[in-house]
């Protein structure tokens, strides 16, 4: 028994996971099929230490401040099945409903073929200021309460043993919302975010002393096959990219010439740079149309292409090479140009970070702190529809542009230094690992549903933190508001009737679960 609890908690810990996931991370970067220039270099190393060690003092807290509140409560039972299953039920509609919404106002209101202009600006982002897209109120209230979709399956997998009949059913069709999500803005982020819920979710249940997975309903075995389908969804994505930017270039050149004039006009006239003309959707669409048109090379073609982007592209893009051995392998035949790039693709995708954490820092003096629009990505449209005036976008990626970030992933360090600054970023990281002491503190030692949730979500940005900040995978902020609006709609009654009596307070100790 003590010696399950000491793995459990061991595997299950967020400052012993963030530790072996850094050091997982720096390895890869060091010897990896890529080669980062001069990384990871000492400055980097310094600035994840100290990010660490900032963690672990928020830890350290939000373990204290558990200790105090949870002796103050009596928690005698767990929430009621009913409520439960009708919370997990309410939630998965919403989730469903207002991904749906998102996919009408895209699809049906807004931009004709979505999944192109999409595709179209992870081509050329900077064009995102100036497409005039039509927007309705739906994709407000979708946003608004699609989050809640990501919550509900998080739910009924931590608590899958007590929800049963529709609720448990809707609860796994809320899958389509991370889906969904990733197929309308032509991306891989929200499924890939879902994937690591389900590490947290999974440790989170061995750290209570149950099964990583429930039993029963054929999960491990949906788990494969959606992870199989993503795994070649992902990697069918990059070379498609591929061809569909090269078929583009024609038309990003044609609108950065165009855009070009325009800026200059509104600087000669004294006007702000967001006040120029902005390229109408269906005009775009057109474009976009005509030049898919454009031939895709033949198989030799394709080859010479990829060997061409193996190297030349890919040091002009990100600034950085294979590593000889990988080289020397595809030189052999062992593997196709084709292959080396996918796994490179791969590999550039979850380890690039380190170099951009160099980056930052050797950049901080040109960086002034943004509150959050560079992590949570809800308030980019909020401000481009309610302030179209500002400027603030065009400010921070300027800045991001100077400093040779714009685009890429900055991680958890990268992204609390660029939202905050040095000392608001440290504030930050630290009300991170405070949450996570919290959770990790009270969820054996009490029978709230919020505890495994924020637990979870914890395990899941640290698993990401190589990449993104807590707050900026895929609308993860919207997501942690979702969780903690349904763990207290869940476990309020039962604090209320127990909590901040004095008679119950005094002498009363925490209960502790039982695996």
């Known amino acids: 028994m003590i010696r399950a609890l000491i793995g459990a908690r061991a595997i299950a810990s967020p400052v012993t996971f963030l530790v072996v996931i850094w050091l997982a991370v720096l390895v890869l970067a060091a010897v990896g099929p890529i080669q980062y220039p001069g990384q990871p270099s000492v400055s980097t190393i310094a600035v994840i230490a100290v990010g660490i060690s900032l963690f672990v003092i928020g830890h350290a807290a939000g373990g204290k401040l558990a200790e105090v509140s949870i002796g103050r409560i009596l928690q005698d039972s767990s929430p009621s099945p009913a409520r439960l299953n009708g919370v997990v039920a309410g939630s998965a509609v919403l989730g469903i409903l207002g991904i749906a919404f998102i996919a009408i106002d895209r699809n049906i209101f807004g931009v004709s073929g979505s999944a192109d202009y999409a595709a179209f600006l992870r081509c050329a982002p900077e064009f995102v ?31 899958a043993e007590q929800i049963h009949g529709w609720p448990a059913y809707l609860a796994q069709l809320s899958i389509m919302v991370p889906v969904g999500y990733a197929l309308i803005y032509s991306g891989r982020m929200p499924v890939f975010l879902a994937l690591t819920w389900l590490v947290g979710v999974g440790l989170v249940r061995r750290y209570e002393g149950r099964p990583i997975l429930p039993r029963g309903r054929f999960l491990l075995l949906k788990l494969l096959i959606f992870s199989v389908v993503f795994v070649a969804y992902s990697n069918a994505m990059w070379p498609r990219r591929q061809v569909f930017c090269a078929q583009m270039e024609s038309v990003v050149r044609e609108l950065r010439q165009d855009l070009s004039v325009k800026l ?26 005509v030049a898919r048109q454009t031939p895709v090379p033949d198989r030799k073609s394709e080859e010479e292409f990829h060997s061409h ?53 050797q950049g901080r003096e040109h960086l002034m702190p943004v509150w959050g629009l560079y992590e949570i990505g ?52 630290v009300v991170w690992g405070l949450m996570a002491g919290w959770a990790f503190y009270a969820c054996r030692r009490t029978e709230w549903v919020t505890p495994p949730l924020v637990l979870s979500f914890v395990l899941a940005t640290v698993l990401l933190s190589p990449l993104e900040g807590p707050l900026g995978t895929a609308n993860s902020a919207l997501v942690l508001v979702s969780l903690i609006l349904v763990g207290l709609l869940i476990d309020w009654p039962g604090i209320r009737r127990k909590s901040w009596s004095g008679a119950v307070a005094a002498g009363t100790a925490p209960v502790k679960k039982t695996d």
């Not at 039509?134 to 608590?159: E, K, M, N, Q």
């Not at 967001?274 to 057109?286: F, G, N, R, W, Y």
């Not at 449209?381 to 685009?407: C, D, H, K, W």
């Open 129 to 159: 200021d100036f497409i005039d897209i039509r927007r309705t109120p739906l994709i407000y209230l979708g946003y608004l309460i699609f989050s809640f979709g990501f919550v509900a399956l998080t739910l009924f997998l931590l608590r």
């Open 264 to 289: 200059e006009a509104a600087r000669e006239a004294g006007r702000s740079p967001t006040a120029v003309e902005k390229i109408a959707p269906d005009s775009l669409s057109q474009m976009i149309d």
């Open 309 to 361: 982007y193996l190297v030349a592209v890919m040091k002009e893009a990100w600034g950085v090479a294979p590593r000889q051995y990988l080289l020397d392998v595809v030189k052999a035949g062992i593997v196709s140009p084709r292959f080396a790039i996918v796994l490179m693709s791969n590999y550039f995708y979850l380890t690039h970070s380190v170099m951009i954490v160099d980056r930052i820092w």
């Open 378 to 429: 809800v308030l980019s449209p909020f401000i481009r529809v309610f302030f179209p005036q500002s400027e603030i976008l065009q400010t921070m990626n300027s800045q991001l542009r100077e400093a040779q970030i714009y685009g890429f992933f900055p991680s958890a360090w990268g992204a609390a230094y660029v939202d905050f600054g040095a000392i608001g970023g440290s504030l930050y990281i």
